[in-house]
């Protein structure tokens, strides 16, 4: 058996085994990852691997720690809206008081009255103020609920949610119905109005139903 020509200078020494090379092209060398191998350690996300930033327990199963963006939108219209419905009922109950005041005086300071087979005055007055009254009673009623389901977007849970779905398919039922009748009378101002609380109402359904705003409601408590 032959091991090569002794005399070959370029060979390797007799009676000394080759030793082995340090890895090749890929393989690791001391420790050190090679080119093609992952580096281990240090808990950086590698390139190309998204960071969750905003939700706690993992990916595909998280929670949102900040409240999202669809959900702000629609708690800052919640919060308008209650402020308008406010607004609406105060200008109701001056009303309802102004009529009664002044069909007061009117009756008594005329002779129209008692003897009238559609009622007095005073009567008319009462009725219509009574209407006013219970107009503003509703929107005070109802800016009481957009506030405080506005100020349960925070800590609130299913309950929040489920009414405030309940609260926008109600608004848009009534929004499309007066836009139906806005439209058949022609009148641009209702149509606006009512298209706009159409919107409104379909932005708070949104915000209940997407993915983000479900598990917001769904995030624990502590």
Same mark, same amino acid.
């Given at each position: 058996?032959?091991?090569?020509?002794? #005399?070959?200078?370029?060979?390797?020494?007799?009676?000394?085994?080759?030793?082995?090379?340090?890895? &090749?092209?890929?393989?690791? /060398?001391?420790?050190?990852?090679?080119?093609?191998?992952?580096?281990?350690?240090?808990?950086?996300?590698?390139?190309?691997?998204?960071?969750? /930033?905003?939700? /706690?327990?993992?990916?595909?199963?998280? %929670?949102?720690?900040?409240?999202?963006?669809?959900?702000?939108?629609?708690? =800052?219209?919640?919060?308008?809206?209650?402020? *308008? /419905?406010?607004?609406?009922?105060? !200008?109701?109950? %001056?009303?309802?008081?102004?009529?009664?005041?002044?069909? $007061?005086?009117?009756?008594?300071? $005329?002779?129209?009255?008692?003897? $009238?087979?559609?009622?007095?005055?005073?009567?008319?007055? #009462?009725?219509?103020?009574?209407?006013?009254?219970?107009?503003?009673?509703?929107?005070?009623?109802?800016? *009481?609920?957009?506030?405080? !389901?506005? =100020?349960?977007? $925070?800590?609130?849970?299913?309950?929040?949610?489920?009414?405030?779905? =309940?609260?926008?398919?109600?608004?848009?039922?009534?929004?499309?119905?007066?836009?139906?009748?806005?439209?058949?009378? &022609?009148?641009?101002?209702?149509?606006?109005?009512?298209?706009?609380?159409?919107?409104?109402?379909?932005?708070?359904?949104?915000?209940?139903?997407?993915?983000? &705003?479900?598990?917001?409601? #769904?995030?624990?408590?502590?």
């Amino acid at each position: 058996m032959s091991f090569g020509d002794p #005399n070959n200078p370029y060979g390797p020494p007799q009676g000394q085994p080759q030793q082995a090379q340090p890895g &090749g092209y890929g393989a690791p /060398q001391g420790g050190q990852p090679g080119y093609g191998y992952p580096q281990q350690g240090g808990g950086q996300p590698g390139y190309g691997y998204p960071q969750q /930033q905003n939700y /706690q327990g993992g990916s595909g199963g998280g %929670f949102p720690t900040e409240m999202p963006g669809l959900l702000q939108t629609a708690r =800052v219209l919640l919060f308008i809206v209650g402020a *308008v /419905q406010v607004i609406g009922g105060l !200008l109701f109950a %001056f009303g309802g008081a102004f009529i009664r005041d002044a069909s $007061s005086a009117v009756e008594d300071s $005329s002779d129209l009255g008692t003897d $009238s087979p559609f009622g007095s005055v005073g009567d008319f007055g #009462n009725a219509a103020a009574g209407f006013l009254i219970i107009l503003a009673l509703i929107c005070v009623a109802f800016a *009481v609920l957009s506030i405080m !389901l506005g =100020v349960k977007f $925070s800590k609130g849970g299913q309950g929040v949610r489920i009414t405030t779905i =309940v609260y926008g398919a109600l608004g848009g039922l009534i929004g499309l119905l007066g836009l139906i009748g806005a439209m058949s009378e &022609g009148a641009a101002g209702g149509i606006l109005f009512y298209l706009l609380w159409v919107a409104i109402s379909g932005i708070w359904i949104a915000g209940m139903v997407v993915q983000d &705003g479900r598990a917001w409601f #769904n995030r624990p408590r502590y």
